[in-house]
C-alpha cells in the first residue's frame, strides 16, 4: 500500500492531500480579510464624522449646541453677561463709580458650573418648572442674566444670576424648538411691577432739534416737524413722546421676559442711587423733553443735553437688545396735495413713517417668537453614554471616550486661569497620539521610507518627464514606481491609514473642545477658546495674532521638518530630476496651505489643540529621525533601498 499512487487522494471526501492547506497562507489570507474590514469602517467613521460635523452643530457658547456632562444635575444654561460701562477717554462728566450705560458683551461665555453654583442651578431647574417648562431638556434654548460691575465682579455678591424683587426668582427662562412638554408656557416677572419707560421719537435727531451756541444748546422749533417732500405746508408727523408697554398682563411669555431684561437695564442705568443721571438732573427725562415738545423749554445748558443724549443712546441699545424697536403702526401716505392715498385693493397705503406717540412692545403687535438672548443653537446634553447612541458610533466610540476623559482631568480641577486647560489638551494629546502611532507604528515607519524612496521616484519620473502624453509609457513608468514599492516592502496606502485614523481623532477633538463647557468657558493669557481669532483681531484685539501666527507656523514646521531631516539625500540629482521631485512636492505645498487657511477659521480653543498636536508631530518626526540610527532599527526595520 505504501507504493500506491497519490493520484487516487483526489477521490477522497476531504478532496484534499494529507499536508491540506497551508497555515500561514490561511493566516494571511484572513488578516487581509480583517484589516479590509477594518479599514472599511473605519473609513466609514471618517465619513460619518466628517459628516456629522457639518450638520450636528455644536457652539462655542456654553448652554448651547452638543454638550458633554456626567449628570444631568450639572447641566449647565446659557449665561448673558452686562456690564456696567467705562468712562469714555476725555470724558469729564461722570464721576469714580458712574456709568452712563451697561453694556452687553455677547463674547463673553461664562459657565455656570455646578462644582461652584450648585444651589443655583437648582433653583433654575425649580423656576423653569414652575414656568411650565424643561430645564436641560434636548434642543432646548435658555437665557440667563448675569451683571457685573466695571471691575468684572458680580455686581451683587455670589449673585452670579441676576435677581428682582421676588425671591428666588432669576432673569432666566427656558424654551425648546421641538418639544410641546419642555416650552415655556408662562413667565413670572422677577419684579412686582413695571416702570414707565418714555423716549423721544427716534425719527427725531437731537444733534438736528438743538444747535450749539456757546455753552448751551438752542432749540429749532423747525426740526420738531417732518414735512411733505412735495410740499412743506403739509405736516406728516410732529415729534412726540413714545413709550414702552408697561402692564405685566402679557400673554406672550417671551415678551414678558424681554421686558423684563429691559426692566433690569433701565432700573439699574436710570434709577440707580448714585449713578450719573440720578445726580445731573433734578427733573426726569420725560418731564424735560416734555417741556421742550411743548415749546416751555427751548435752551439747554451743557448739562441737560449731555443728559438727554446719554439716555437716549443707551436707551436705544436697550430696546435693540430686547428686539423692541420695531414700530408697529405708520402713517398714511399722502400725495402732495393732501389726499389719502389707496392700493388697487382699496387699502390705506402707509408712507414708511412711524405714528406718533407709539407704545413699543405692546402685546397686540410685538412678535417675539424666539426667546431673546438665547444662543443661536439648541442645547443636546448627552449625560450618558447611551444617549450618544442616537447620534450613530462617531459620537459613541469616539466623541464620548475623548470626552469623559477630558472631563475626568478637567472638572475636578479649578480653572488656574486656564491652565488645567491647557494641561487637559496636553495629556489628550499625548493619550490620542500614542494610541494612533501605536495602531500605525508599520504605516509610520513604512511613511518614513518613503521619504527616503523620494530620490529614487524622482529618477523615474524624471525618466518619463517627456511622454506626458504617451498613455503606454506613462503606464510604464506607474509598472516602475510600483515595482520600486514592492521591493523594498513599501505599501503607498499606509500613508492613508494615518491619515483615515488622525482625521476623525481630530473632528472628534475638535468636537469636545467645542461641547465641554469647562473647556470650551475657558480663558488662557488672553485667549477665549470661544473667540473666532480673526474676527477677534479685526475688531483690534491685537494679540490675537500671535495664536494666528504660532498656528501657521508649527503647521508648516510639522509638514516641513520630516522632509528637511532627509533632505541630504537629494545632493546628487541631476537638473530634471530635481524638477521631477519639484512637480511631486507640487501637491504638499497645496496641502500644506490648506491646512494653514482652515487653522485660520478656527475658534481660538481649536488653535491651541492644533498648535499642541503640531509640536507633538514634530517631536515625532525628530525623534523618529534619531531612532533610524539606533541598532534596534537598522536590525529590525531597517532595508536597503533596492532601486
Keep these: 500500500m505504501e507504493n500506491r499512487s497519490k493520484n487516487f487522494d483526489y477521490f477522497k471526501p476531504s478532496g484534499q492531500s494529507k499536508k491540506g492547506k497551508d497555515p500561514k497562507k490561511i493566516r494571511k489570507i484572513?488578516?487581509?480579510?480583517?484589516?479590509?474590514?477594518?479599514?472599511?469602517?473605519?473609513?466609514?467613521?471618517?465619513?460619518?464624522?466628517?459628516?456629522?460635523?457639518?450638520?450636528?452643530?455644536?457652539?462655542?457658547?456654553?448652554?448651547?449646541?452638543?454638550?458633554?456632562?456626567?449628570?444631568?444635575?450639572?447641566?449647565?444654561?446659557?449665561?448673558?453677561?452686562?456690564?456696567?460701562?467705562?468712562?469714555?477717554?476725555?470724558?469729564?462728566?461722570?464721576?469714580?463709580?458712574?456709568?452712563?450705560?451697561?453694556?452687553?458683551?455677547?463674547?463673553?461665555?461664562?459657565?455656570?458650573?455646578?462644582?461652584?453654583?450648585?444651589?443655583?442651578?437648582?433653583?433654575?431647574?425649580?423656576?423653569?418648572?414652575?414656568?411650565?417648562?424643561?430645564?436641560?431638556?434636548?434642543?432646548?434654548?435658555?437665557?440667563?442674566?448675569?451683571?457685573?460691575?466695571?471691575?468684572?465682579?458680580?455686581?451683587?455678591?455670589?449673585?452670579?444670576?441676576?435677581?428682582?424683587?421676588?425671591?428666588?426668582?432669576?432673569?432666566?427662562?427656558?424654551?425648546?424648538?421641538?418639544?410641546q412638554d419642555a416650552k415655556m408656557k408662562k413667565y413670572e416677572s422677577i419684579y412686582n411691577s413695571w416702570n414707565e419707560i418714555v423716549f423721544l421719537d427716534p425719527d427725531f435727531k437731537l444733534d438736528k432739534i438743538f444747535k450749539k451756541e456757546g455753552e448751551s444748546y438752542t432749540l429749532n422749533k423747525d426740526k420738531l416737524e417732518i414735512k411733505h417732500p412735495e410740499n412743506e405746508d403739509i405736516t406728516v408727523k410732529k415729534a412726540s413722546l413714545y413709550s414702552v408697554y408697561s402692564n405685566q398682563n402679557i400673554d406672550n411669555p417671551k415678551l414678558k421676559y424681554a421686558r423684563d431684561v429691559l426692566e433690569f437695564l433701565y432700573r439699574e442705568t436710570f434709577l440707580k442711587e448714585g449713578n450719573y443721571y440720578k445726580r445731573v438732573s433734578n427733573i426726569s427725562y420725560k418731564d424735560l423733553i416734555t417741556q421742550v415738545l411743548n415749546d416751555q423749554k427751548t435752551t439747554l445748558t451743557s448739562s441737560e443735553y449731555e443728559f438727554i443724549k446719554n439716555y437716549q443712546n443707551a436707551l436705544a441699545e436697550y430696546l435693540k437688545i430686547t428686539d423692541m424697536t420695531k414700530p408697529s403702526i405708520f402713517k398714511p401716505l399722502l400725495d402732495k396735495n393732501g389726499v389719502q392715498q389707496f392700493d388697487k385693493n382699496g387699502n390705506v397705503r402707509d408712507s414708511g413713517v412711524a405714528d406718533e406717540n407709539l407704545v413699543y412692545g405692546s402685546p397686540v403687535f410685538a412678535n417675539h417668537t424666539k426667546l431673546i438672548l438665547s444662543a443661536d443653537e439648541p442645547q443636546i446634553a448627552f449625560t450618558s453614554f447611551a444617549e450618544t447612541a442616537k447620534y450613530g458610533p462617531f459620537f459613541m466610540f469616539l466623541i464620548w471616550p475623548i470626552a469623559q476623559l477630558t472631563m475626568a482631568i478637567r472638572v475636578p480641577l479649578p480653572a488656574?486661569?486656564?491652565?488645567?486647560?491647557?494641561?487637559?489638551?496636553?495629556?489628550?494629546?499625548?493619550?490620542?497620539?500614542?494610541?494612533?502611532?501605536?495602531?500605525?507604528?508599520?504605516?509610520?515607519?513604512?511613511?518614513?521610507?518613503?521619504?527616503?524612496?523620494?530620490?529614487?521616484?524622482?529618477?523615474?519620473?524624471?525618466?518619463?518627464?517627456?511622454?506626458?502624453?504617451?498613455?503606454?509609457?506613462?503606464?510604464?513608468?506607474?509598472?516602475?514606481?510600483?515595482?520600486?514599492?514592492?521591493?523594498?516592502?513599501?505599501?503607498?496606502?499606509?500613508?492613508?491609514?494615518?491619515?483615515?485614523?488622525?482625521?476623525?481623532?481630530?473632528?472628534?477633538?475638535?468636537?469636545?473642545?467645542?461641547?465641554?463647557?469647562?473647556?470650551?468657558s475657558t480663558s488662557w493669557l488672553g485667549f477665549d477658546f470661544a473667540a473666532t481669532s480673526y474676527k477677534r483681531l479685526l475688531s483690534g484685539e491685537w494679540w490675537y495674532i500671535f495664536l494666528l501666527v504660532t498656528t501657521a507656523l508649527t503647521q508648516v514646521l510639522s509638514m516641513l521638518i520630516p522632509r528637511l531631516l532627509n533632505k541630504r539625500n537629494n545632493k546628487h540629482l541631476t537638473i530634471e530630476q530635481k524638477q521631477a521631485m519639484r512637480k511631486n512636492d507640487k501637491m504638499q505645498w497645496i496641502m500644506m496651505l490648506v491646512f494653514i487657511v482652515m487653522t485660520v477659521i478656527f475658534n481660538a480653543g481649536v488653535q491651541i489643540y492644533w498648535i499642541i498636536t503640531n509640536i507633538w508631530s514634530i517631536l515625532q518626526a525628530i525623534a523618529i529621525h534619531f531612532f533610524k540610527k539606533t541598532e534596534f532599527y537598522k536590525k529590525r526595520y531597517n532595508k536597503k533601498i533596492v532601486s
Design 416 to 520: 488656574a486661569a486656564g491652565w488645567t486647560t491647557i494641561l487637559c489638551l496636553i495629556v489628550a494629546v499625548i493619550i490620542t497620539r500614542l494610541l494612533v502611532l501605536a495602531i500605525t507604528w508599520k504605516a509610520t515607519m513604512s511613511q518614513s521610507m518613503q521619504e527616503e524612496l523620494r530620490v529614487k521616484k524622482a529618477k523615474i519620473d524624471a525618466k518619463y518627464a517627456e511622454f506626458k502624453n504617451n498613455k503606454e509609457m506613462r503606464m510604464r513608468q506607474q509598472q516602475e514606481v510600483s515595482a520600486l514599492y514592492k521591493k523594498n516592502g513599501i505599501n503607498p496606502f499606509d500613508s492613508m491609514l494615518s491619515l483615515i485614523i488622525s482625521i476623525p481623532i481630530f473632528l472628534a477633538m475638535w468636537r469636545v473642545i467645542q461641547s465641554v463647557p469647562e473647556l470650551k
Design 30 to 179: 484572513v488578516w487581509l480579510v480583517v484589516k479590509i474590514i477594518f479599514y472599511v469602517l473605519l473609513f466609514a467613521l471618517t465619513l460619518g464624522g466628517c459628516v456629522q460635523t457639518m450638520i450636528v452643530k455644536s457652539s462655542g457658547f456654553t448652554g448651547a449646541g452638543t454638550e458633554f456632562y456626567d449628570s444631568s444635575a450639572k447641566i449647565s444654561p446659557t449665561v448673558r453677561t452686562f456690564k456696567q460701562s467705562t468712562a469714555p477717554k476725555g470724558d469729564k462728566n461722570l464721576q469714580p463709580g458712574e456709568y452712563y450705560s451697561i453694556n452687553y458683551s455677547p463674547e463673553s461665555n461664562f459657565h455656570l458650573s455646578h462644582k461652584e453654583y450648585s444651589k443655583t442651578i437648582q433653583e433654575l431647574r425649580n423656576q423653569a418648572e414652575s414656568d411650565g417648562a424643561k430645564y436641560g431638556e434636548w434642543h432646548g434654548f435658555s437665557s440667563s442674566i448675569q451683571y457685573l460691575n466695571s471691575k468684572n465682579e458680580f455686581a451683587v455678591k455670589e449673585q452670579p444670576i441676576h435677581k428682582g424683587e421676588k425671591p428666588n426668582r432669576y432673569l432666566f427662562a427656558v424654551d425648546n424648538s421641538r418639544n
